[in-house]
């Protein structure tokens, strides 16, 4: 990530912000004290967690069972 100082970010603001769009993020620092980062918005801020369906579905109580019979008799049980 790169640092840039106010005043050169002043001038190049377009050139850095399409390099932020590109998913290269970087610091403006004021007198060698970082400031702020700049990222695009697109880019998420974290990863989607898991289980971001609950509630939308739901499984059967007999769900370990489905197909029980089935499988019996593909493999000759007769179950």
Do not use: C, W
């Not at 967690?49 to 019979?69: N, Q, S, Y």
Request: aromatic share 6%.
């Amino acid at each position: 990530m790169i640092t840039v100082n106010m005043h050169a970010a002043k001038t190049q603001l377009s050139k850095l912000v399409d390099r932020a769009v590109k998913g290269e993020a970087f610091v403006i620092a004021k007198a060698g004290n970082p400031l702020v980062r700049v990222t695009a918005l697109a880019a998420p801020a974290a990863p989607q967690r898991l289980g971001f369906l609950a509630g939308e579905i739901a499984v059967p109580k007999d769900f370990d069972r489905m197909g029980a019979a089935e499988i019996a008799a593909l493999f000759g049980s007769g179950a």
